[in-house]
């Protein structure tokens, strides 16, 4: 459950493909985190990505301005294999430095790759980790694996607070899953929450 947050904050978001999607795990969290934001008085901007869906050009959807009270903003995009997030997440980070926003919250290491532009800026910055993207096959080498390792040092030298989410199944039978995130702000300070599926058979909280 998220804090409630007594000041009203002006939030913006990139590093997702695009919201409202279902192409990935990242734009449902973020569309799930944003809309909880709103409904808690922020306002909230997210930076799309442009270009097609990445099934293909027929799913594509109609751009919107805003969405469940989020804004909505597509970002200039190079529609090239390694350069559509490395081009939208450029032109994202700079619309967030010189734009009027007390947080800018980057999902993904390779977005986080400019996280220093908006901190330039002065804006707190929040990174989320959602999975280690270099140990993928496709970014296990070349430009998008040098990208991606320079993310997460930038992340590290950067962020404001660094949050780092994974799933794991647990060895017990019958098997279950937890959803585990580390937070860790510029003090040290390190929070840890932990989401348990309960299942039918395991006790409420297992050991692990």
């Not at 597509?74 to 450029?90: D, N, Q, Y």
């Not at 967030?96 to 977005?111: Q, R, S």
């Not at 992340?155 to 995130?181: F, G, H, N, Q, W």
Request: glycine share 8%; net charge positive.
């Amino acid at each position: 459950m998220m804090e409630q947050c007594k000041e009203k904050l002006s939030i913006a978001m990139f590093g997702q493909k695009r919201i409202p999607s279902r192409e990935g795990g990242v734009e449902i969290v973020v569309e799930e985190l944003c809309t909880r934001m709103v409904a808690q008085g922020h306002n909230v901007t997210c930076y799309n990505r442009g270009g097609h869906h990445v099934s293909g050009s027929e799913y594509d959807s109609k751009r919107l301005k805003e969405y469940k009270g989020i804004k909505l903003k597509t970002v200039p995009t190079i529609e090239k294999k390694g350069l559509a997030a490395v081009s939208s997440s450029f032109f994202a980070a700079l619309c967030c430095a010189f734009g009027k926003y007390d947080v800018v919250h980057i999902h993904a290491e390779g977005p986080a790759f400019f996280c220093w532009l908006p901190k330039l800026f002065h804006k707190r910055v929040i990174v989320t980790v959602h999975g280690i993207d270099w140990q993928r096959e496709k970014w296990k080498s070349g430009f998008g694996s040098k990208f991606i390792h320079k993310g997460e040092k930038n992340a590290v030298k950067y962020a404001d607070e660094i949050i780092v989410k994974y799933t794991y199944e647990t060895i017990t039978t019958p098997a279950t899953t937890v959803l585990v995130s580390y937070s860790v702000d510029a003090s040290g300070k390190i929070c840890v929450d932990v989401h348990y599926n309960g299942v039918q058979g395991l006790p409420e909280f297992p050991v692990f």
